[in-house]
């Protein structure tokens, strides 16, 4: 995996390629740019530099009748740590799922352990180079039959907003790439840097990758029927907030209710919601404070640090101690057990 660990004082930021394949979809290319360039490190310097390119350098022309002009050719990919392939109609790949002869130049020049990255339906480009072989992978939801038709070979989740890998990911469509980048800046950098970016393009922090793509109701509720008073007073007190009886209680509403309302407004069970939000507040303290383990899992609303350590392993696949050492500041956390 890409991990990049914390280090005192800074460092150059992480070399990112967005590679611009016509008929290009201009929403998911400016995806990129915009959230990664929102993230700060703990010095407030860029924690990534991100280079626009296309196939031969020169203008790229989208779906939507005009065109993007690229800063650079195919070399620059052999710069990167990272290349990033939005969305993308090229009749080549997208019908008969195989690449251009220009694309598999351009992609000769990645060097190894390059992570390789899709927004929507770039996912046909990484699979129509082999990236995805084997692999678990997902894209838009309107797309999976004719994904599933040329890509046999890959395991399509068509339920989710992304798809981590290790050093190959890929996101659903359009607003889901969003997710996707704040899910590496996490990886990368940590939640701090993470929500930061998130305020700064004023989206919300996280919504985790196996989250359904499809909301049934998109619209959300009356202003007085919504339950934003009742998560945020979750939120305000997570350590004794330990069911969704009590989110009930707290929004006066039937259990059915509160479930169906939720969903409208954040694609998420109440359960769902309240594991995730006290898994973020746990990474938090981890970062910024010296508590214990067993204090974070108790201030997170984990109640032990075998609950929070199971999250962690689960979600993120590493251990509240080794999370500490990764993402926290110089001497923070010095020996305590997680």
């Not at 991990?3 to 990112?16: E, I, T």
């Not at 611009?20 to 360039?37: A, H, K, N, R, S």
């Not at 909301?215 to 009742?230: M, Y």
Request: net charge neutral.
């Amino acid at each position: 995996m890409c991990k990049l660990s914390a280090m005192a004082g800074h460092r150059p930021p992480h070399r990112v390629v967005v590679l611009c394949i016509e008929p290009l979809v201009g929403f998911d290319m400016t995806i990129v740019p915009q959230v990664l360039e929102a993230a700060r490190d703990s010095s407030g310097e860029p924690c990534y530099e991100v280079r626009v390119a296309s196939l031969d350098g020169g203008p790229v022309a989208t779906h939507k009748g005009y065109a993007v002009v690229s800063d650079h050719g195919p070399d620059v990919l052999s710069w990167a740590e990272t290349v990033v392939v939005p969305g993308m109609k090229h009749p080549l790949i997208r019908h008969e799922g195989r690449p251009t002869p220009e694309l598999e130049a351009a992609w000769s020049l990645l060097r190894p352990g390059t992570r390789q990255v899709s927004v929507c339906t770039g996912a046909f480009v990484l699979a129509a180079l082999g990236v995805l072989d084997g692999l678990r992978a997902t894209t838009h939801w309107e797309y999976v039959e004719d994904f599933r038709r040329l890509f046999p070979q890959v395991e399509l989740d068509p339920d989710v907003l992304f798809v981590d890998e290790g050093d190959v990911l890929t996101s659903a469509g359009l607003g889901a790439g969003v997710d996707l980048c704040l899910h590496l800046i996490r990886r990368d950098f940590g939640v701090e840097a993470a929500n930061h970016a998130a305020r700064g393009c004023v989206v919300p922090p996280w919504r985790e990758g196996g989250q359904a793509q499809f909301i049934e109701h998109p619209l959300p509720p009356r202003s007085e029927q919504s339950t934003s008073a009742t998560r945020l007073w979750a939120l305000a007190n997570l350590r004794s907030v330990t069911r969704v009886e009590d989110l009930v209680a707290h929004a006066r509403m039937s259990e059915r209710t509160l479930s169906r309302r939720f969903r409208a407004e954040t694609g998420q069970s109440p359960q769902q919601w309240l594991l995730q939000a006290r898994l973020q507040r746990a990474l938090e303290l981890l970062e910024r404070t010296d508590l214990a383990v067993d204090r974070v899992a108790e201030e997170a609303g984990f109640g032990t640090a075998a609950a929070l350590r199971h999250r962690m392993r689960a979600a993120l696949a590493t251990t509240p101690q080794g999370y500490r050492r990764t993402f926290a500041g110089p001497g923070r956390g010095a020996g305590l057990t997680g």
